[in-house]
């Protein structure tokens, strides 16, 4: 039986439709319940929603032997684990967003706001450049309007909320899609099912 | 426990018992080589910066002589000092490990690879050595001529097992299609000594490291052993032979070793090495079974109770096999599996 832990919502669901489709399907996930566990004993698979965040804590800690998480996540928490495919869904990018007309003066310190501290310095210290990280939890949009921050490292799908919000991308930063992840020691003791779904799921 | 350090034992090794401090001086030079920067340090009564041990084979190494003519094998059980990767503070840790210090042969990498799988077997039957030898991988990024950055990078995507940023990067930097085609390949191949070592003769033919690879593991001859190329675990500390021990039901590796001449030349050592340590803190969720309670009988005695009776019924149930606390109440926080009043001269009932 392998454990898989799936990111609840828009993409969660998306990624169970490729598990299915890739022969290991759990009609029960859609009945219309709060259970957050589904098993299929014959195709071998019990599947739980976490939350996106989540999702890389169970595999690295192996309360999940496998699971789905935005490379964003992987890049934010770096989890020990194996990082087997790119699934190539939920596509979009970490990217350096500012007000429309923003000029970088390098000569102070930037200020940074994001909920993606790691990838931020990560980025910046690539390229040398000193930044102050604030780190917020959501609505990270409004900090540059309210002058709490230059910029932002956030991610952007479709850049609706940017505009709206009177902002561009001045930089990307790197591109994110689902990655399907597992836990090492699963990995060794459950090779063949694992590599069967990968193998299916590609 | 015991019964892994006696096998050290068994193979001649002695052991090494340390003191819990070290002079921090040897871990600032050696910064490179710890696991975590966090060291706890304290000023002693001489006003010497000292530290609590985050390492032990450091130490071992500087007070080891420099022979490089025979192998001194020493094994230790000895506590560290680190902040653990997601823990917000310093925690002890247990490790148990071996280290062989000199003129380190095929036969000495084999009797440290097996006593790697002694000590993973002590711990269950159901476990798996992950062998690599990273000389085969430096050797092909030494011929790749990629910046250190970027040497890292690959090393840290083989680690994950990562192919599709793997093929990404090598792209990315013009590695020779040849060469990344290796790469890739050895990324991809893992498994039995019978089905990778003839693919790894194929793809490098005449390679050296391969050949010890044969001979090393065909001779170690353990089905529970595997060659996978993402052991590159700290490179800048290990190079060879570098291994990883996994037991089922422990999330992460519990054991972890390798050859390290690397740090042997950095520290001016003529002889080279190899060890592995065991995390044994790693094991507690599989070696304490969590009981449903904490004695068999409670057995509660009343005042007038007769003591050399009371005692005597106490070990009578004791030498039965049974955990036996004698109180005069229950405590709120113990579970009892079976409750017995004893009264006067030795009535017991069940409660």
Not at chain 1, 24 to 36: A, D, G, Q, V, W
Not at chain 2, 229 to 233: E, H, L, M, P
């Given at each position: 039986m392998l454990n898989v832990a799936l990111p609840k919502g828009r993409l969660g669901e998306k990624v169970y439709a490729m598990f299915e489709a890739a022969g290991?399907?759990?009609?029960?996930?859609?009945?219309?319940?709060?259970?957050?566990i589904f098993e299929n004993e014959e195709a071998g698979v019990r599947y739980f929603w976490v939350k996106p965040s989540d999702v890389a804590i169970y595999v690295e800690r192996g309360a999940a032997d496998i699971g789905v998480a935005g490379k964003d996540i992987l890049l934010e928490?770096?989890?020990?684990?194996?990082?087997?495919?790119?699934?190539?869904?939920g596509k979009c990018k970490m990217a350096v967003a500012a007000p429309v007309g923003f000029r970088d003066n390098t000569q102070k310190t930037l200020r940074v706001a994001t909920k993606f501290s790691n990838i931020a310095k990560a980025y910046y210290d690539s390229k040398g450049r000193d930044i102050d990280i604030i780190h917020l939890?959501?609505?990270?949009?409004?900090a540059p309007i309210l002058k709490l921050s230059d910029v932002i490292v956030d991610i952007v799908e479709t850049g609706t909320t940017l505009k709206e919000n009177n902002l561009e991308v001045i930089e990307d930063v790197v591109p994110i899609s689902a990655r399907l992840i597992a836990n090492k020691t699963s990995f060794k003791f459950k090779t063949e099912e694992i590599e069967n779904i990968v193998r299916n799921l590609k | 426990m015991n019964n892994i350090l006696k096998k050290y034992q068994e193979y001649g090794y002695t052991q090494y018992k340390m003191s819990k401090f070290e002079e921090y001086d040897l871990y600032v030079k050696n910064?490179?080589?710890?696991?975590?920067d966090n060291i706890i340090t304290f000023t002693d009564l001489s006003g010497k910066l000292m530290a609590?041990?985050?390492?032990?084979t450091l130490s071992i190494i500087k007070n080891s002589?420099?022979?490089?003519?025979s192998v001194s094998k020493v094994y230790y059980d000895e506590n560290v000092y680190r902040v653990t990767k997601g823990s917000q503070g310093f925690k002890e840790i247990r490790q148990i490990g071996l280290e062989c210090f000199g003129k380190v042969d095929d036969y000495c990498l084999l009797e440290v690879l097996a006593l790697a799988t002694k000590t993973l077997g002590a711990i269950s039957d159901d476990y798996k050595l992950d062998v690599s030898n990273l000389t085969i991988i430096s050797d092909i990024l030494d011929e790749c001529d990629v910046s250190t950055k970027v040497r890292n990078e690959i090393l840290r995507l083989m680690g994950q097992k990562n192919i599709h940023e793997l093929e990404a990067v090598l792209t990315k930097e013009n590695v020779e299609p040849k060469k990344a085609e290796i790469l890739l390949e050895l990324t991809k191949t893992y498994g039995d000594k019978e089905t990778v070592i003839p693919k790894l003769e194929a793809l490098l033919p005449g390679n050296e490291g391969v050949a010890q690879l044969r001979k090393l593991l065909f001779a170690l001859d353990d089905n529970n052993v595997q060659i996978d190329?993402?052991?590159?675990?700290d490179v800048h500390y290990y190079n060879g032979i570098t291994f990883n021990g996994f037991v089922n039901g422990?999330?992460?590796?519990?054991l972890s070793g390798g050859q390290y001449d690397n740090m042997m030349t950095r520290l001016k050592r003529k002889s080279k090495a190899v060890g592995f340590a065991l995390?044994?803190?790693?094991l507690e969720d599989l070696l304490f079974?969590?009981?449903?309670?904490?004695?068999?009988v409670a057995l509660l005695y009343d005042e007038d109770a007769d003591l050399s009776a009371l005692c005597d019924a106490a070990n009578a149930l004791r030498a039965d096999g049974q955990t036996v606390l004698v109180e005069t109440a229950l405590p709120k926080a113990i579970r009892a599996k079976r409750v017995m009043k004893f009264k006067g001269k030795g009535i017991i009932e069940d409660a």
């Open positions: 290991y399907p759990c009609p029960s996930i859609y009945e219309e319940n709060r259970k957050l928490y770096e989890p020990d684990i194996y990082e087997l495919l790119d699934l190539d869904i939890n959501g609505s990270i949009e409004i | 910064k490179d080589f710890l696991i975590s609590l041990k985050p390492d032990v002589d420099d022979d490089a003519n190329f993402s052991v590159v675990n422990v999330a992460d590796s519990v995390y044994v803190s790693m079974e969590s009981s449903e309670y904490d004695v068999d």
